[in-house]
């Protein structure tokens, strides 16, 4: 089956606290919808080719997620985003917000003060100061507290399930250490863990999969309250401390009676980054905030070769 490609793909590369956002600029034919839900089901659907030609191999990697910047359909909104990944689509994506901010501060796009952002899972909120930026994120919730699950090669695993933008189940296994360097191992083990969620029939609300696992351990950094580790959709680890999991950690320490409104907590990741984050509660919802760090390191323009082989992308 052949695709249609553009000649060439503006993006603008970012890292925010280690892990790489790829904002697209220009080039890409704009999905038709009068929702961000319904410009990510037609991206999902007619433009697949062209998330995976931006975000994998030989252009990127499994870590990279794609921004597609978007004109907003919300009044007083500066841009819509759709979010995505190697694997498909996101709802949300907190440090990929982080990023797209910094990066229409670096297009002379933003303004001034705080700004709102539209995406498929609702308009979002942000201000920027330099590299450091602050979100608003979608309210977060905890769905299920203390669900079991049998894990094979682990054992029995009792976690929480999590809303925080995207579906979390969060839980804590003290026999393993997180570490940079035991990463694939842990991506082995969170994927054991979501393959038999999705066995158990485990899912958040209306059957949705829980497609992201966040584990939990004291921190390194002396600033830091927790250390994470992030198993992505796919088989990719998120590299920062995570903003929708932060999101969703929050909320279930929220509901725990461990984290009162307004209350800072400071999430590392594995990378050594930090997201600093608190809940607002706002006509009976749960809205994080969160605060991180984002550096543009590139501007360039993807060719697609009509005689490339690999145009397409490649796992």
Partial sequence: MSFAFPGAIEIVDSHTEGEPTRVVVDGWPQPPGTTMAER???????????RRAVVLEPRGHEAIVGALLTPPVTPGSVAGVIFFNDVGTLGMCGHGLIGVVRTLGELGRLG?????????????????????????NVPARCARRDVSV????????????????????????????????RASELVALTTSLRDALAAAGIAGDDGAAIDHVELFAPPRRADADSLNFVLCPGAAWDRSPCGTGTSAKMA???????????ARWRQEGLAGGMFEGWLEERDGQLVPHLRGRAFVTSRASLRFDPTDPFRAGFV
């Fill in 252 to 262: 279930v320490l929220h509901a725990r009676g461990q984290l009162a409104a307004g």
């Fill in 150 to 181: 049998d894990v094979p090669g682990l054992g029995r695993v009792t976690g929480d399930v999590a809303w925080g933008g995207n579906w979390f189940f969060l839980t804590s296994l003290p026999d393993q250490r997180l570490a940079v360097e």
């Fill in 112 to 136: 001034e003060g705080r700004v709102q952002i539209d995406t498929p899972v609702g308009p979002v909120r942000a201000a920027a100061e330099g590299p450091l930026v602050t979100i608003e």
């Fill in 40 to 50: 990510r089901e037609f991206l999902r659907v007619h433009q697949d080719h062209l």
